[in-house]
């Protein structure tokens, strides 16, 4: 079992970034592709990016691709979700699991329960 926690949200302006973490301990980290998710309010919850465990392949779902980059140091046990030229829409809890698995253009959930995720809010 790994656990997880995400911190790194915050408010921020329209075209500012921010770099959000997921922390993980318990079981080796490096086992694990791992995958960022968002819920805005009213909206369903939704696949953001996912990295695989050899790092080889990464996925970015559309609506955030040239904009985020995620990338994962196995040393800190840690997955970084960075985020540039953020925009409104971009308003959501932001979440991360290692009950996913992911290609380059696939991505996939098998997430039984979530974390508290982290804020993020970019205003106008």
């Known amino acids: 079992q790994v656990q997880l926690v995400e911190s790194g949200g915050g408010l921020v302006q329209a075209g500012g970034s921010l770099r959000l973490s997921c922390a993980a301990s318990?079981?080796?980290?490096?086992?694990?592709?791992v995958g960022w998710f968002r819920q805005a309010p009213g909206k369903e919850r939704e696949g953001v990016s996912c990295?695989?465990?050899?790092?080889?392949?990464?996925y970015i779902m559309d609506s955030v691709k040239g904009r985020f980059t995620i990338s994962r140091d196995n040393a800190k046990n840690t997955v970084y979700l960075q985020m540039n030229s953020l925009k409104p829409e971009d308003t959501a809890v932001y979440y991360c699991?290692?009950?996913?698995?992911?290609?380059?253009?696939?991505?996939?959930?098998?997430?039984?329960?979530w974390g508290q995720g982290t804020q993020v809010t970019v205003s106008s």
């Open positions: 699991s290692t009950e996913v698995a992911c290609g380059s253009t696939w991505f996939s959930e098998f997430v039984k329960s």
């Open positions: 318990g079981r080796t980290f490096s086992d694990y592709a």
């Open positions: 990295i695989s465990k050899t790092v080889n392949t990464t």
